[in-house]
């Protein structure tokens, strides 16, 4: 499956972004989807992931609150809403699929492009 992920962008603190990612090629509805993210000079971590119909949904501890993930099956896409954003939420953002699910990067075998997201103070 690909997967093209967008929305990122320059946001003030307390501000919201939605991210979106498009996923082609193969039964999106067969795919846990997921959004990671990376810092610089940080690992990329899981933030949010969501089971293939939507009825399970998962957040690290640092957006719960904050941010939700939801899907479209008919229109292939996941989004992240994210309210309330914050400096330490600057990183860049990927989404990700998998068949299996999973909360590590090795559960996922397909992976977006990224979209930066900045927050400023």
């Known amino acids: 499956v690909q997967l093209q992920a967008s929305g990122g962008g320059l946001v003030q603190t307390g501000g919201s972004l939605r991210l979106s990612c498009a996923a082609s090629?193969?039964?999106?509805?067969?795919?846990?989807m997921a959004w990671f993210r990376q810092a610089p000079g940080k690992e990329r971590e899981l933030v949010a992931a969501i089971s293939w119909s939507g009825g399970s949904t998962y957040y690290a501890d640092s957006v719960k609150g904050r941010f939700t993930i939801s899907r479209d099956n008919a229109k292939n896409t996941v989004y992240l809403q994210m309210n309330s954003l914050r400096p330490e939420d600057t990183a860049v953002y990927y989404c990700a699929a998998t068949l299996g699910g999973g909360r590590y990067l090795r559960d996922y075998d397909y992976w977006g492009q990224g979209t930066q997201v900045t927050v400023s103070s």
């Open positions: 090629g193969r039964t999106f509805s067969d795919y846990a």
